[in-house]
C-alpha cells in the first residue's frame, strides 16, 4: 500500500531565506505532485514529475524527483511572504492513478 | 470556464439529514475522482469512475455514502444520515485516461 509522509509539518521562516520541504513515499510510484493550498481553497497544481531525476522550477520554487531514493523535494529560494500556504505532494497508485497525499507541510513565512 | 465545477460550494445541514453534492468534469476526461480533506489533514481518496463505472471505493466510503456517474458525465455525492464526523472539504477531480487530475473548487460541508 503506497504511503506519502512529508516533513516537515510546520514551518516558520524569514523571509529572504532558503529551505526545503521533503516528501518521501513508500512503494513504487511513476508519477509525483505538488500542490499549494490556501486557507478555505481548493488545490493549485505547482508541479509535475514524471520521471527519475526530473527538475523543475517557477519562480521561487523548485521540485525534484529522485525514485531510487523514493524522495521528492521541494526548494524554497529567498522565501517571501506571498509564499504563505500549505504545500502537499502526492504520489499516485498504478492502475486507478489514485493520489495519495502527503500530511501536508503548513508553511509561514515571516516579513 | 472549462475547469472542473462543484454544486454547492457550501452546505451547512443538521446532523441526520441527507446531503447531496455535484461535480462537473472538464468535459473530455473519463476519470473522475473523489476526495476527503479534513481540517489540517491532506485529501483522502474516496472513490473513482471511469466512464459511469465506480471501479474503486475507500474502505472511508460507509453505508452512508453513494456516488454515481450516470452517462459517464457529472457525478454525485451522497450522504445519508450526517453526522458531525461527515464535516469536511469534498474535493472532486477529473483526468483524461492517464494524465494529471484537475482538481475543482471543492464543497465544504459543515454538519451541526
Known amino acids: 500500500e503506497l504511503k506519502v509522509e512529508q516533513n516537515p509539518l510546520f514551518l516558520s521562516m524569514q523571509e529572504g531565506k532558503n529551505y526545503t520541504i521533503y516528501c518521501n513515499y513508500s512503494?513504487?510510484?511513476?508519477?509525483l505532485y505538488w500542490y499549494r493550498q490556501d486557507p478555505g481553497k481548493s488545490l493549485e497544481s505547482l508541479f509535475v514529475?514524471?520521471?527519475?531525476?526530473a527538475v523543475k522550477q517557477e519562480g521561487r520554487l523548485m521540485a525534484s524527483l529522485d525514485t531510487k531514493a523514493r524522495l521528492s523535494t521541494l526548494h524554497i529560494t529567498a522565501a517571501v511572504h506571498d509564499l504563505s500556504a500549505t504545500y502537499f505532494c502526492?504520489?499516485?497508485?498504478?492502475?486507478?492513478?489514485?493520489?495519495?497525499f502527503g500530511t501536508g507541510t503548513r508553511l509561514k513565512v515571516l516579513a | 470556464d472549462t475547469g472542473v465545477s462543484q454544486n454547492p460550494r457550501h452546505k451547512i445541514t443538521k446532523r441526520g439529514q441527507n446531503v447531496t453534492f455535484r461535480c462537473d468534469p472538464i468535459?473530455?476526461?473519463?476519470?473522475l475522482y473523489w476526495y476527503r480533506q479534513t481540517l489540517g489533514q491532506g485529501p483522502e481518496f474516496l472513490t473513482y469512475?471511469?466512464?459511469?463505472?465506480?471501479?474503486?471505493k475507500s474502505r472511508l466510503l460507509s453505508d452512508r455514502f453513494s456516488a454515481e456517474r450516470p452517462k459517464g458525465s457529472f457525478s454525485t455525492l451522497e450522504i445519508q444520515r450526517t453526522e458531525q464526523g461527515d464535516s469536511a472539504m469534498y474535493l472532486c477531480?477529473?483526468?483524461?485516461?492517464?494524465?494529471?487530475?484537475?482538481f475543482g473548487p471543492g464543497t465544504r460541508l459543515t454538519v451541526t
Open positions: 477531480a477529473s483526468s483524461p485516461a492517464w494524465g494529471e487530475q484537475y
Open positions: 514529475l514524471l520521471s527519475n531525476g
Open positions: 512503494t513504487t510510484s511513476d508519477r
Open positions: 469512475f471511469q466512464n459511469e463505472a465506480q471501479l474503486e
Open positions: 502526492a504520489a499516485s497508485e498504478g492502475g486507478t492513478y489514485k493520489y495519495i
Open positions: 468535459s473530455e476526461h473519463n476519470r
